[in-house]
């Protein structure tokens, strides 16, 4: 029995490129659910082609209620909702899955890409993993590795398929557009991207094999923000210091336990952001 997680963001979706776009709530974001449904379906149906015989899809965007259920291949569950013990990978944890995808990614904060960021659109200026750069894909494929799963395929913009290459170097990349700026992209058509999607993961599907769990690793994480109030409302968190004006970093002794924390301290510093000055 072969289990395929699906994380699926929305900001490398195809078509999508403008915040309103993912946006929930906006007119904008009605009309780009149908094209997201679009991309994690296609992965759905590769997979399940490739040999796969289980497929859960979680929600990883922002309410994480954005997929169309109704539209969602049957074949497959969907994960939807908020306040998950690990948000954007929930289920890898429970030592059942083969291979892990991450559709409808986006590079990392700091970096050029379209929609580019790390879990808030914008105040992080960058986040660091001992030393390296991280999007929110390095981040949950670290999470991923604890638990003996390996990424097996990465949809998003061109750039995010470069991105993965580093963090999943035999992962299966499809480009569903090319980045020309952080809000503009040439995009390839939804019946293009989902043939492309498909394809993608039924070759994916062979490298969904569960290996030996990472053992517990200490990772140090560095968070760099664009005002120093953000700093500050991140170091009251336990654990968490504040290393310069802008920066704070924190030892996890697990991934399993950097990602909790990592999510703590984007929420504090979401309710130390001013309307008008960030």
């Known amino acids: 029995m072969t289990k395929i997680l699906i994380s699926a963001d929305m900001e490398g979706a195809t078509g999508v490129t403008w915040p ?8 904008e974001w009605q009309r780009c659910r149908p094209l997201l449904t679009s991309d994690v379906n296609a992965a759905i149906a590769g997979f399940l082609a490739g040999g796969a015989d289980e497929v859960l899809v979680n929600e990883a965007h922002m309410t994480m209620r954005n997929l169309l259920l109704e539209q969602l291949d049957d074949r497959a569950q969907l994960l939807t909702g908020r306040h998950k013990d690990l948000s954007m990978v929930e289920g890898v944890q429970h030592g ?3 291979g892990i995808a991450f559709v409808g990614y986006h590079t990392g904060a700091g970096d050029a890409g379209v929609l580019a960021h790390t879990y808030l ?3 992080l200026t960058g986040v660091f993993v001992d030393g390296v750069r991280a999007s929110e894909g ?6 991923a590795a604890e638990y003996g799963t390996p990424v097996v395929l990465v949809t998003g913009d061109d750039l995010t398929c470069a991105d993965a290459r580093r963090y999943a170097p035999e992962a299966v990349g499809v480009a569903v557009k090319d980045c020309v700026s952080r809000y503009a992209a040439v995009c390839r058509t939804p019946a293009r991207t989902a043939a492309d999607i498909t394809e993608g993961a039924t070759r994916a599907a062979a490298l969904a094999v569960r290996h030996e769990p990472a053992g517990p690793t200490p990772r140090r994480i560095e968070i760099e923000f664009d005002a120093d109030q953000l700093a500050g409302a991140a170091a009251l968190v336990p654990g968490v210091e504040q290393t310069g004006e802008r920066r704070v970093a924190y030892t996890a002794p697990t991934m399993y336990e950097g990602i909790r924390c990592f999510k703590t ?3 504090m510093v979401s ?5 008008w000055y960030g």
């Open 271 to 275: 309710a130390a952001v001013e309307e």
């Open 265 to 267: 301290v984007t929420t």
């Open 121 to 123: 659109g914008n105040s």
């Open 20 to 27: 309103a776009d993912c946006l929930p709530g906006t007119p």
């Open 138 to 143: 390095l981040l949950n494929s670290l999470v």
């Open 96 to 98: 059942d899955v083969d």
